[in-house]
């Protein structure tokens, strides 16, 4: 016991001095989905051309390691970095940074996903917790972006469609990364078409794919493809 | 500097707590083991959580299963004589439950290797595959809504909150204290026994012939490997290739530990051996199957060798680990519990 109360104490120690180098400075990521060029609601029905219709039912993705930079050196790296974003709730949709050192920084990195270190280091809480429904079960791993849905596209039943996209093992780790480069205001919106994506599949032969593999891998670095930075 | 002095002097003094503290302990001359202690360092309070978590069908969809039904003291907790372990769900259908023992030391779970760590093994049967995004939410809802758990949760945590990391954690823990190391062969080596004869023949085969798989002390070299059973083209399971989708992994299983053989039978992933006898004349007359192990010897024993093989099989019994009570149904936290 004296032994644990003393190693928590060290901790604490590190803790603070580390804390009291840093100055407090905020951030903001927020995350915008879209459909073409109108904000993305769940459940609701939009028309494509030629009277295609599509529908989102879910739309969730992991972010993590993000890291601001200073052209191509690490400015800032968010310490326990993993966010679950979800479009459910329009408050899971920002990340905000605090305890930013002073001074500019030029790109915003991260993952689309959880990094294989973490993934096979047993259980986490917060946004990797169990409950969040991002795990595969009769093989572990972390569902990187999960996206459900209909489409008037899709010939599987009820036109419904499923992607639960991961995957950490190579040659199918489908983990990716992305940098965008940064205005300099201090709040900076991330538009992500999912039309886009989705435009990129065809859905009559390629409709739900619910664990790592080759299909996997492609259709995560095309969901990378689609975060731009939002002009002003 | 200083920080990563302190780091190191921290995670030092967890290494040396670690290979002995009061709710683990490295047996005599075995290896480090795998699982990282320092993400969940032991205590009495959330073994036995995870105890009181192991026992209790609650966990199951229809609270009709614990995974003791699959997994059960008596027989090294493996599923008592069912060759395919039956439960909820289809996939557990078709494979042998595995013996649970020494896990600190496995890196890789399930017969292919599809989990990859001990918490995350409670995840599989807790979860149906097609539904598996609201189940563990809905058993961490109904642990809350007991009257047991959330004191048990305090006690283990410092606060009564389940979430879904507590819960796999603590049956970590408890799964952690499965060890078996008091078997005749542990005494042998630490010298307080001796083999018959019979047993020693028995054990020189072994080192010559199944070591290298098997390999001691914990009595498995935590690859996989494939040891020449053809294919059950009922089941068409390929083992490790399901899982790396790569050719060369094609009937490869993990390679089990041989500890408490005697209790652990059927034998095999698909449990499709009744007897040792059996998985001795297999060994006895492998054909190749394209991807069998290079560690595989012909072998072709003669009946006497496989009586001495046998014999020393036999040695790895530990009953002080299959009666432990510490392992066993924990009745005196059952018995506070209020019917809910």
Known sequence: ?232 | MKRILLLGIVAFLALVAFRSDENFSVPTGWPNPHYDFSKNPPSRAKIELGRALFYDPILSRNSTISCASCHSQYTAFTHVDHALSHGIDDRIGTRNSPALMNLAWSKDFMWDGAVNHLDMQALAPISNPQEMDETMTHVVHKLSQTSLYPPLFRAAYGDSTITGERLLKAMSQFMLTLISARSKYDSVMQREAEFTLQEQNGYRLFQTKCSSCHTEPLFTNYQFENNGLPLDTTLMDYGRMSVTKQASDSLKFKVPTLRNIEFSYPYMHDGRFKRLRDVLMHYSTIRQNGTESNKLQPMNFTSNEMVDLTAFLLTLTDRKFLFDTAYSYPKYIFATQAKD
């Open chain 1, 1 to 232: 016991m004296t032994l644990l109360t003393s190693i928590v104490v060290m901790l604490l120690l590190c803790l603070s001095a580390a804390h009291a180098q840093q100055e407090r400075s905020d951030f903001q990521l927020n995350f915008r989905p879209f459909v073409g060029s109108v904000p993305l609601q769940l459940d609701t029905i939009y028309t494509l051309d030629k009277n295609q219709t599509i529908e989102f039912s879910t739309l969730k993705w992991y972010i993590s390691g993000v890291e601001l930079l200073r052209n191509d050196t690490v400015f800032f790296a968010e310490p326990n970095s993993y966010h679950l974003l979800d479009v459910s709730d329009e408050h899971l949709l920002h990340i905000p940074l605090s305890h930013l050192p002073s001074g500019q920084f030029t790109h915003v990195r991260f993952y689309l996903g959880i990094d294989s270190a973490t993934t096979t280091s047993g259980a986490f809480g917060g946004d990797l917790d169990p409950t969040r429904g991002m795990l595969w079960t009769w093989q572990s791993g972390y569902i990187h972006t999960k996206i459900e849905g209909k489409s008037s596209r899709s010939t599987a039943r009820n036109k419904e469609f499923e992607f639960h996209l991961g995957g950490y093992r190579s040659p199918f780790n489908s983990l990716q990364t992305i940098t965008l480069p940064l205005p300099s205001s201090r709040e900076v919106s991330i538009k992500m078409d999912v039309l886009k994506w989705i435009n990129s599949i065809d859905l009559a032969s390629v409709h739900h794919i619910m664990s790592p593999g080759e299909q996997a891998v492609l259709l995560s670095q095309q969901f990378a493809t689609i975060f731009r930075v939002e002009a002003r």
